[in-house]
């Protein structure tokens, strides 16, 4: 309505929530940060001097390594299958119609719903019962549990941008099912499978319970932080969650990118249209 005038003070207002909810997040993080580069053993003010001697002994730390290897291999393999899991089941919603839909889609979308402490638990007695805890296609397992739904949500977002009858359109030209799907759905989703891939990987690079519960000794980079909780403190926790919420959050960005490009390109088509 161009006849509502806003006030500037609500709007001020309104900015300066903003900007202390996020000072509120982001503090602690960015205190880990500012104490990683501390040459003092105890995160203390005022900073003893700052140094990269900690990042030097987390890069001589044969532990570390072990577990970003195990973080690095179980992520990539989790996004990937997570992500083909999670559009399997989104297509499934866009292109069947069955009984059941609604209790179908409520256990796709659970796993994230479920403590994870409790997940953690019942993870371990099955993989227990299967003889495949304390490995690390353990974590693989259980993580990819957890993100697919994520996945699922996201390609189902895009699918539900996307006429139906584009699909059929293909099928009358005489293309086949698997056609169709490699020129149409898939390009289509083009940027919700790679948000996908993104977002499930970050969730995996962050997850730490339940990898604690089934790890074993292929414990991933989160899992060797509670170690180090758990034995003493150190400044290499510093330095290890400045290291992990710096990937995260990249992966968080390029995905939020995509949904973006994603959100404007139907507006986009939409208006050349008119």
């Given at each position: ?129 299967v003889s495949l805890s ?70 995996s690079f962050d997850e ?44 968080v960005v390029l995905a ?19």
């Amino acid at each position: 309505m161009s006849g509502f005038n806003r006030n500037p003070l609500i709007d001020w207002a309104l900015k300066l929530y903003i900007v202390l909810s996020f000072a509120f997040i982001f503090a602690p993080i960015a205190a880990s940060f500012v104490f990683s580069l501390n040459v003092d053993r105890f995160p203390s003010l005022p900073l003893g001097g700052f140094s990269t001697v900690w990042y030097e002994a987390v890069a001589a730390d044969p532990l570390v390594w072990e577990g970003l290897r195990n973080t690095l291999i179980s992520g990539t393999i989790v996004s990937v299958v997570a992500t083909a899991i999670g559009f399997g089941a989104a297509y499934t919603d866009f292109r069947y119609k069955f009984s059941g839909k609604p209790f179908y889609l409520a256990l796709a979308l659970l796993p994230p719903t479920v403590p994870v402490v409790i997940l953690g638990l019942a993870m371990l007695a099955f993989l227990s019962r299967v003889s495949l805890s304390g490995e690390i296609h353990a974590v693989i397992i259980a993580h990819v549990v957890m993100c697919a739904p994520f996945a699922m949500a996201i390609v189902r977002l895009r699918l539900s941008q996307m006429d139906p009858s584009l699909e059929a359109a293909a099928w009358n030209l005489g293309a086949s099912e698997w056609k169709a799907m490699r020129h149409v759905i898939i390009p289509f989703c083009r940027p919700a499978i790679f948000a996908a891939l993104f977002i499930t990987m970050a969730v995996s690079f962050d997850e730490f319970a339940v990898a604690w519960f089934v790890s074993g000794l292929h414990e991933t980079l989160p899992v060797k932080v509670l170690g180090f909780l758990q034995g003493q403190v150190s400044p290499r926790i510093n330095v290890i969650g400045t290291f992990v919420f710096i990937t995260s959050m990249t992966l968080v960005v390029l995905a939020q990118i995509l949904l973006m490009k994603r959100s404007r390109a139907p507006k986009a088509s939409g208006q050349s249209s008119e």
